[in-house]
Nanobody, 126 residues
Framework: QVHVVESGGGLVQAGGSLRLSCAAS????????MAWFRQVSGKEREFVAG????????NYADSVKGRFTISRDNAKNMVYLQMSSLKPEDTAVYYC???????????????????WGQGTQVTVSS
């Protein structure tokens, strides 16, 4: 069983920055592919960014490329999402997810992820 907890959400003005953190349990955390998704009420949960077990490969949704950076610290069982140049359309609940299947690149499909956090709200005001 893997427990995932997000933190760091809040209210920020457009153009500002915010860093989300994700703490995950599990003795084999360093083997998990990790990702961030987001969801707006009434819409599908969408992939934002993913990172492989070593941190060597990352991928991003086109809408956040160049603005968001995903990283991980396996020694601390932590994953981060640094968000910059935030836009009102980035407003959503952000979820951290763990995929326990070893992969060469993180999947963008939410059904591939085995464990999810409860989400953290990010609101970007215009």
């Amino acid at each position: 069983q893997v427990h995932v907890v997000e933190s760091g959400g809040g209210l920020v003005q457009a153009g500002g920055s915010l860093r989300l953190s994700c703490a995950a349990s599990g003795r084999t955390f360093s083997s998990y592919t990790m990702a961030w998704f987001r969801q707006v009420s009434g819409k599908e949960r969408e992939f934002v960014a993913g990172i492989t077990w070593s941190g060597g490969t990352t991928n991003y949704a086109d809408s956040v490329k160049g603005r968001f950076t995903i990283s991980r610290d396996n020694a601390k069982n932590m994953v981060y999402l640094q968000m910059s140049s935030l836009k009102p359309e980035d407003t959503a609940v952000y979820y951290c997810a763990a995929d326990t299947t070893p992969r060469w690149i993180s999947s963008t499909g939410k059904h591939e992820y085995d464990y999810w956090g409860q989400g953290t709200q990010v609101t970007v005001s215009s």
